[in-house]
């Protein structure tokens, strides 16, 4: 498909993200000596900032290529939900299946970061199950809306939301309306997407999943890809491997894209951006080639911003021409 059609189909794309919303906070300034009173850099804050990470993270990632993003999560009932509500509603972000779970915090994610460089995390989270009545409550109103979208996205951060009934019933929903599924899995839960139009672990998750601890080379990265699509019964598995790049296997094809050139400076985010723009693809049914090269893209246009921002179209856009994504997938 051509790139310029390609970003006019994203902007008619609605979207449900279903999963782990949370906040990322930064606490940035300077370093120029070490506590006195144990071996710490002293930070002299410059700056406080907070952003939309993990679930909300990928709509905005969403959003920011034009599509229309819906939120169905949960958050905690307090001032970082109020917060994390309100960084949504102001990103153009759907919000009225952000659901309360009252046996909660809202998940916040604070990263200390001094001289450009993170230097501690702390993170506020209470990552228990969802009780019955809140999976209802998220159940439906994902059935509310699941015949208004083109495709589903689960992201899985193994924060309590995703469990494996609500997994299971949300997958029967969308076979029925016939809506594509993308998975971006964690450990926990990770063979409960059974059937899924594109699964996307990276490499760590895919070999932690089966049970690998040595190093694979990239001929045995795809067998064990292979391995997990056929254990899943998904279409294809599309997976991230740092500096090698991308990689996508299918019952017809394997798709292997080195990564491009990049000054790395936070990977933090990268794979929802990589997430965001599969998940078009998938919707607007292009090529796995296609898939690939924009997401690998959007990847290491990410990494070469420090803190999780979504990705810039309009750079993902010229890149893609620059590279004549169109002609060559």
């Known amino acids: ?3 310029n059609r390609l970003f006019k189909e994203f902007e008619n794309t609605k979207v449900l993200v279903l999963g782990d919303v949370m906040i990322d906070a930064y606490f940035t300034g300077d370093v120029s000596r070490i506590s006195p009173e144990a071996p710490v850099p002293i930070v002299n804050l410059r700056g406080k900032e907070q952003r939309l990470g993990g679930a909300a993270n990928v709509a905005l990632n969403l959003k920011s290529l034009g599509a229309e993003a819906i939120i169905c999560a949960i958050k905690g009932n307090d001032a970082d939900g ?3 509500k309100e960084l949504c509603e102001k990103a153009g972000l759907v919000t009225h299946a952000l659901i309360n779970d009252y046996s909660r915090r809202t998940t ?4 200390i970061i001094g ?12 990552t228990h199950d969802i009780t019955e009545s809140v999976e209802e409550l998220v159940f439906q109103a994902a059935k509310s809306l699941i015949g208004q979208v ?3 996205i689960f992201q899985d951060y193994n924060k309590g939301l995703l469990s494996t009934t609500l997994i299971a019933r949300v997958i029967q929903l969308c076979k029925q309306h016939n809506v594509p599924m993308v998975v971006d899995p964690k450990f926990s839960n990770f063979y ?9 672990p990276n490499k760590k998750e895919l070999t932690q999943a089966e049970n690998i601890v040595e190093k694979l080379s990239l001929n045995d990265i795809k067998k064990v890809a ?26 017809e094809d394997t798709i292997h894209l080195p990564a491009h050139a990049r000054k790395i400076l936070d990977v933090s985010g990268a794979g929802d951006s990589v997430l965001s723009v599969a998940a078009l693809c998938v919707a607007c049914g ?4 296609t898939t690939a090269a924009l997401s690998n893209l959007a990847g290491g246009i990410v990494c070469e911003q420090v803190g999780v921002v979504p990705i810039d179209r309009d750079l993902l856009f010229s890149e893609a021409m620059e590279l004549d994504v169109s002609e060559k997938y």
Do not use: C, P, W
């Open 108 to 111: 916040v994610k604070t990263r």
């Open 1 to 3: 498909m051509n790139i």
């Open 286 to 289: 292009v090529s796995d080639e």
């Open 115 to 126: 001289n450009k460089h993170q230097l501690l995390r702390i993170d506020e989270e209470d």
């Open 150 to 152: 083109d495709v589903l």
């Open 192 to 200: 409960e997407y059974q059937g899924v139009s594109l699964f996307k």
């Open 226 to 251: 292979n391995t997990v699509r056929k254990k899943l019964s998904a279409e294809r598995i599309m997976t991230t491997l740092s500096e090698d790049g991308v990689l996508i296997v299918s019952a």
């Open 82 to 84: 109020k917060t994390l």
